[in-house]
């Protein structure tokens, strides 16, 4: 099982970026899948899910971040807009059987991958 994170950058603040995350050895349908990330000094904190149709996020992107699925490619993808420096973080995705109530919790995923550098610049 391999998830592979992509599409980190740098941005200016209020500019966009898409993250993808390349399952391998299982399918993202069959799981709750999601977004997490750390910046500098910080814990690796919840960003967004998606499990059985449904999406979560956390109420510091709610509103700008999209966290979709595309189940033929098998690829969950974060598209972020209106980027702000308090987005600057390795973004990891995740992969796992969390239920509704532990769907933001980092324990309740098995499956992580690399990370990918997303640094917003003022």
């Known amino acids: 099982v391999q998830l592979q994170a992509s599409g980190g950058g740098l941005v200016q603040t209020g500019g966009s970026l898409r993250l993808s995350c390349t399952a391998s050895g299982f399918t993202v349908s069959n799981y709750g899948m999601a977004w997490f990330r750390q910046a500098p000094g910080k814990e690796r904190e919840f960003v967004a899910a998606?499990?059985?149709?449904?999406?979560y996020y956390a109420d510091s992107v709610k509103g700008r971040f999209t966290i979709s699925r595309d189940n033929a490619k098998n690829i969950v993808y974060l598209q972020m807009t209106s980027l702000n420096a308090e987005d600057t973080a390795v973004y990891y995705c995740?992969?796992?059987?969390?239920?509704?109530?532990?769907?933001?919790?980092?324990?309740?995923?098995?499956?992580w991958g690399q990370g990918t550098l997303v640094t917003v610049s003022s």
């Open positions: 998606i499990r059985l149709g449904s999406t």
């Open positions: 995740a992969g796992g059987r969390p239920i509704t109530s532990t769907i933001r919790l980092r324990d309740s995923y098995n499956y």
